[in-house]
């Protein structure tokens, strides 16, 4: 189970940090994502970080504003938002990894994350 909180209203510029909690497998086994679907859209990848903390990925458009975190011993996963703009307005949603490994596969392919979160609307006012 994944539970994702800290969204809310923003202006530009602002900041804003997501947690995710996790429950129910070993949390520092699988790798967690970010990823946000706007109105109209389809879902996308955000971020991503590996399952011992030490790999991230991020999307091009949040690459140096937005920051992808862990804490294992706490089973839960950050997103720290800067810098926001009002492109960033989406529901944000935390996802898990289905399996410890995939060989070949990118940490942001959508399709390997079988757990996810009910989400967390984030608005960004200009």
């Known amino acids: 189970q994944l539970q994702a909180s800290g969204g809310g209203l923003v202006q530009a510029g602002g900041s804003l940090r997501l947690s995710c909690a996790a429950s129910?497998?070993?949390?520092?086994?699988?790798?967690m994502g970010w990823f946000r679907q706007a109105p109209g859209k389809e879902r996308e990848f955000v971020a991503a970080?590996?399952?011992?903390?030490?790999?991230?990925n991020y999307a091009d458009s949040v690459k140096g504003r937005f920051t992808i975190s862990r804490d294992n011993a706490k089973n839960t996963v950050f997103l720290q938002m800067n810098s926001l703009e009002p492109e960033d307005t989406a529901v944000y949603y935390c996802?898990?990894?289905?399996?410890?490994?995939?060989?070949?596969?990118?940490?942001?392919?959508?399709?390997?994350?079988?757990?996810w979160g009910q989400g967390t609307q984030v608005t960004v006012s200009s």
């Open positions: 996802a898990q990894r289905g399996n410890r490994f995939y060989s070949g596969t990118p940490i942001s392919a959508k399709y390997t994350y079988v757990y």
């Open positions: 129910g497998r070993t949390f520092s086994n699988y790798a």
């Open positions: 970080i590996g399952a011992a903390g030490a790999n991230t």
